[in-house]
């Protein structure tokens, strides 16, 4: 019993740049995992909505990556690595409404600048890394206790 | 039995098992054991789907019976829009309320005025910076319960107040004790239901007040008599003590009622559950932030797609789109055809709805991620036919039931099969082992041959 709270689910997707068809599946799946796990619904809302945003950054910024989010009881952890442009100015990345994404993926409703804030908002902890011409690594922690 | 009121019920006799049922409910909440259905009562939200699903006429919904009439002093009928579009044009709604009081009701009270009360108040409440979107309409008890158990996160997004038909109860009742002078519970107030999740909401409310209504009538049991009756409905209906509804109110019974009625612009309408489903589940990731108003109907059409009405919904709302028109004319306001509203200083009643989550694994999440990791491997060895003949509607469902203890894995019949065919084989390699002292004896029947 004593290890118990080390208990871990952990699930890979791997994401295609520009895949619209299939974005959003992987938070979906998340968010359906997280409550057939009995997380609160405010932990499951936030988890989701970070998910979504990590998710379609990917998708629409980068060539490929993938998304790993590692459930434990106490908190969850979420992690995009992509292939991609990276990240200029994170600074400027992360103010609402800023946003690289080229007027087709605007027309799809995406690209609206509000990606990074919003996973920001959410999130308890968050990190993000960015090489231009690389690529870029986030890291969004959401505490469920 | 596990304390919860359900309207949906199985009739045992009928039921032949088969998976028609339990692929369709939208919770999950049907398995078929021993050969008949069985519905997990913690999940069942009593939408209906399974009795529109089952061909063999297994499924009902409870009513009361009409003899609850007589427990009555005094007795009114709450008549929900649905009812107008069951009987043929041009039949108006003033000859169904009349026919409603040679039926043996001592008055009538229309839902769609109710509706009317609620959206007014639903319109000052947004106006009034009191209410801000999204919200999701409380009007249809099914989608309120859908969201309890599937959208647990999303109950505090639901109107706060009670629903047109409790409202249009609550109303009745205070106005003819006023009238009448009599105590408000000899006053027996019947709502005539389209569906069965209506006929749970009154037997089991679930937004922290108890319902106004004694008692609910299938529209398909007062239907024969009413139709006769209204073959010979003559003259105008008296007593005309309580307001008549507008079209606005009967418009109700239809997808894009409420949004007629209270006129928000970014105002979604969805019909059909598994519509509703697909759009909560958008709502829930934050995608539809622009929308401020949610007017969900469980059923396809909206209440005249309802299980208990006679007519088909498509008609029905034909019928009811005509009467709409007819009645919007010559539109009074809702304070001019009903000034008692202003002197009562009416409140609509508010409601509060609790989260019910039914989805989970495990009370405890330990538990639960211990169990999804087993229901995962269990998974990879099922065949992913999602055929339903273990009685779980699909493969995952099964494997959740496996890790609950509730199922095993044999109940499929695609591993059963595996499990006797390597039962054969090693019984035909068996067969083959040849003990010392026999092996000779073997040979030579083999040699007689």
Redesign the interface.
């Known amino acids: 019993m004593g290890d118990m709270a080390e208990q871990a689910i952990i699930l890979e997707f791997s994401l295609q740049g520009q895949d619209f068809i299939r974005a959003g599946e992987a938070s979906t799946e998340i968010k359906q995992r997280l409550k057939k796990l009995g997380f609160r619904p405010d932990v499951v809302r936030r988890v989701a909505i970070v998910a979504y945003e990590a998710e379609m950054n990917v998708i629409i910024h980068a060539r490929k990556g993938s998304l790993r989010i590692e459930i434990t009881p106490r908190r969850i952890l979420i992690r995009t690595l992509d292939e991609g442009p990276g990240i200029t100015d994170i600074e400027q990345a992360m103010q609402e409404g800023y946003s690289t994404a080229s007027d087709m993926i605007r027309e799809l409703g995406f690209g609206a600048g509000m990606g990074l804030p919003n996973i920001r908002r959410f999130a308890d902890e968050f990190k993000l890394q960015s090489r231009v011409g690389e690529g870029t690594l986030l890291e969004a922690t959401i505490h469920a206790d | 039995m596990t304390g919860y009121f359900h309207s949906v019920r199985l009739d045992r006799e009928n039921c032949k098992g088969c998976v028609n049922c339990i692929k369709r409910c939208p919770t999950e909440a049907i398995r078929v054991r021993h050969g008949k259905a069985e519905i997990i009562e913690e999940k069942c939200i009593d939408c209906g789907e399974c009795i529109r699903a089952c061909p063999n006429k297994a499924k009902y919904v409870e009513t009361d019976s009409l003899d609850l009439l007589h427990s009555y002093e005094y007795k009114i009928a709450l008549p929900p829009p649905s009812l107008y579009g069951q009987f043929r044009a041009p039949t108006t709604p003033d000859q169904v309320l009349k026919a409603l009081v040679d039926f043996g009701f001592d008055d009538v009270f229309e839902v769609a005025v109710g509706a009317e009360v609620v959206a007014a108040e639903t319109k000052r409440l947004f106006q009034e910076g009191k209410l801000r979107g999204p919200v999701i309409s409380s009007a249809c008890p099914a989608v309120v319960r859908l969201i309890q158990v599937r959208f647990?996160?999303?109950t505090s997004r639901i109107l706060p107040l009670a629903p047109p038909s409790e409202v249009a109860a609550h109303l009745a009742r205070q106005l003819k004790a006023r009238e009448l002078g009599i105590p408000e519970e000899k006053i027996g107030v019947f709502y005539l239901t389209p569906c069965s999740a209506k006929v749970t909401s009154i037997k089991a409310p679930v937004g922290g007040i108890p319902s106004f209504i004694d008692g609910a009538f299938s529209i398909q049991h007062v239907y024969p008599q009413l139709s006769q009756l209204l073959k010979q409905v003559e003259g105008e209906l008296e007593p005309r003590r309580y307001p008549r509804a507008s079209g606005v109110g009967v418009r109700f019974g239809i997808p894009g009622g409420e949004q007629a009625a209270v006129g928000l612009e970014n105002h979604l309408v969805v019909d059909g559950i598994t519509n509703v489903i697909d759009v909560l589940?958008e709502l829930?990731?934050?995608?539809l932030d622009g929308i401020d108003y949610f007017e969900t109907w469980a059923c396809s059409g909206g209440c005249v797609g309802g299980i208990l009405n006679v007519i088909n919904g498509h008609v029905a709302r034909v019928r009811l789109e005509m009467i709409v028109r007819e009645l919007s004319r010559a539109p009074l306001s809702l304070a001019e055809r009903f000034p008692e509203l202003a002197q009562l200083n009416y409140q609509v009643p508010r409601i509060h709805v609790e989260?019910r989550?039914m989805?989970?694994?495990?009370?405890?999440?330990?538990g639960?991620?211990?169990k999804?990791?087993a229901a995962e491997r269990i998974l990879e060895k099922l065949p992913g036919l999602d055929c339903g003949a273990c009685g779980a509607p699909n493969c995952k469902a099964l494997a959740?039931d496996i890790v609950q203890g509730k199922a095993e894995e044999t109940n499929c019949i695609i591993i059963l099969r595996e499990q006797i065919r390597s039962l054969g084989i090693k019984v035909y390699n068996l067969a083959g082992v040849k003990p010392f002292t026999l092996s000779n004896r073997d040979a030579e029947k083999e040699g007689e041959k």
């Open positions: 647990p996160g999303l589940e829930e990731m934050d995608h989260p989550p989805d989970y694994l495990d009370v405890d999440i330990n639960a991620m211990a999804m990791t959740e």
